[in-house]
């Protein structure tokens, strides 16, 4: 049993590893997005962020920050993005864009 968790344990760590940064940093937009961006945000309006490009993710990211982008429930938008750089907004991106 103890050797049954330990594998178990060691394969998580591993997992995780292989699905890199994108896929850790995408976890905190999975309570509004869904866990493979497949839902509809709180609010109804934004688009399954599943479907979109990865650039057309990396310019909403970036206008969320800016404030030049967004809909009705924006302000939602503000606080899971603020301490996000350029190349973190990629990698979540690359993670969950087509
Ligand atoms: C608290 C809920 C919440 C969290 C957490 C959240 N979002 Fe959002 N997201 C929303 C809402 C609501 C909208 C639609 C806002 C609007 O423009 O009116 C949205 C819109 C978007 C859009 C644009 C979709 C469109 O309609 O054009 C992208 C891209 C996006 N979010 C990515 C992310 C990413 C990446 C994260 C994690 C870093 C994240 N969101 C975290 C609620 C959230």
């Known amino acids: 049993m103890k050797s049954t968790l330990t594998y178990l344990a060691a394969l998580a760590v591993v997992t995780t590893a292989a699905f ?5 940093l995408y976890q905190a937009c999975v309570q509004c997005h869904g866990a493979q961006g ?32 967004g809909g009705k429930t924006k302000a939602l938008m503000a606080a899971p993005v603020k301490e996000l750089d350029d190349a973190q907004i990629r990698e979540i991106a690359d993670y969950i864009g087509q």
């Open 38 to 69: 497949e839902k509809v945000a709180p609010g109804g309006n934004s688009k399954v962020i599943n479907t979109l490009s990865k650039d057309a993710i990396v310019a909403a990211v970036k206008g969320y920050q800016a404030g030049t982008y």
């Open 20 to 24: 890199g940064d994108g896929a850790a």
